[in-house]
């Protein structure tokens, strides 16, 4: 009977697989797209300042923009997740051109990342869309890893999502690109892999080595890129024109963003064009605040007073309109009677809101009875 030690030198060792020679750049795919087709115009300073809630200190040409998309191999920032596609798209000369680089295989990832490093390096605006989230903290993680140093400086970087969402949530609820491209522009993607199947479909290729299963990612990833074009584009002339917006809805978040950024007569301007909506009512409440922000305690009381005329006030009107009659106008008396109104008003409607403000107001009614002698 043969022994343990007899069977294991019987053995012959497994047939080795020929050695994959080491890797000496990354698969490349490139489109020069006429720049009339992307459509690409100089963004002002003031725009971008209204946009980014930042001053970038001076206009940007469609020459210094990078627009930057990535295709992982998950959806978490952790040191296992590689970004296997970068897809880029840039001005040159008289093109637009999409510029695509892949790994073929994990030994070709640092000529991917040095390829947008040097990307990085050379334009002073960066565009992505949810890349100050997940693209550029997992990008920079990979630089590490790879013994790669970050650029000296990083270009301004405008996150469209973040931008959209102040334009487009009210409207939408759910800001994704695909649902940008179907509800802003009415285009879909006939076809489309979706980007939850993207790892997988990588995940694919790497056992069964068929460059066919890239096809439909490098689609989806080069629309990506074209599309983050077309909405800079877009939000930017809406920042610029705010009241060309097809829905009252993104006129008002619009007044919104320009209210923030401190420009009240801007703000206004949006408000008043909604004032016939079904946001109306909001529009109205939202000038009345950008006049008393603006020091004119008058004009935000008339608007103020027309909601109370019209049957249309809300607790917090009550509160504001009584606060600016006490403190800005010096107007006591009437102070209280909107603060005994609005008390009124707050016991008949039994909604939560209601019922916060009526201790608020309670206590403004008693103090302004002292301050009118106990009337």
Do not use: W
């Not at 080595?209 to 074209?226: G, K, M, P, Y």
Request: charged share 25%; net charge positive.
């Amino acid at each position: 009977m043969s022994s343990l030690s007899d069977k294991l030198r019987a053995m012959k060792p497994l047939p080795q697989k020929p050695a994959r020679p080491a890797a000496s750049s990354c698969m490349k795919v490139e489109e020069a797209l006429p720049l009339a087709e992307v459509a690409l115009s100089s963004i002002s300073r003031d725009t971008l300042t209204m946009m980014l809630g930042i001053d970038p200190k001076q206009s940007i040409a469609p020459r210094d923009l990078l627009f930057l998309d990535t295709e992982t191999t998950g959806l978490s920032r952790g040191v296992g997740t590689l970004a296997f596609l970068c897809g880029t798209g840039y001005v040159q000369g008289d093109h637009f051109v999409v510029d695509q680089r892949l790994m073929r295989d994990y030994d070709e990832e640092p000529f991917v990342l040095q390829h947008v490093h040097d990307l990085l390096a050379s334009f002073p605006v960066l565009v992505t869309f949810n890349g100050a989230a997940f693209d550029m903290p997992l990008l920079l993680n990979r630089f590490v890893m790879n013994r790669i140093k970050p650029p000296q400086s990083m270009p301004l970087h405008i996150d469209l999502l973040h931008v959209a969402r102040r334009v487009y949530k009210l409207r939408l609820q759910r800001c994704s690109l695909s649902r940008l491209e179907s509800e802003v522009f009415g285009t879909t993607r006939d076809n489309d892999l979706p980007g939850a199947m993207v790892p997988e479909r990588f995940f694919r290729f790497l056992q069964t080595r068929e460059e066919a299963l890239l096809t439909d990612i490098l689609v989806h990833n080069r629309q990506d890129v074209l599309s983050m074009a077309r909405l800079l584009m877009e939000l930017a002339t809406l920042h610029e024109q705010p009241l060309i917006a097809q829905h009252h809805e993104e006129i008002y978040s619009l007044g919104r963003v320009f209210e923030k950024r401190g420009e009240g007569g801007r703000a206004r301007q949006c408000y008043r064009a909604v004032h016939n909506s079904h946001l109306g009512d909001l529009a109205a409440i939202r000038m009345a605040e950008t006049y008393r922000r603006d020091k004119n305690p008058v004009r935000a009381a008339a608007v103020y007073e027309r909601l109370l005329a019209a049957g249309r006030a809300t607790p917090q009107v009550y509160i504001a309109l009584s606060r600016l009659y006490e403190f800005r106008l010096k107007q006591p008396k009437r102070a209280l009677e909107i603060a005994h109104k609005g008390m009124l008003y707050c016991i008949e409607c039994p909604a939560e809101e209601s019922r916060r403000a009526l201790a608020d107001l309670k206590h403004r009614y008693a103090r302004l009875l002292r301050k009118n002698g106990g009337m």
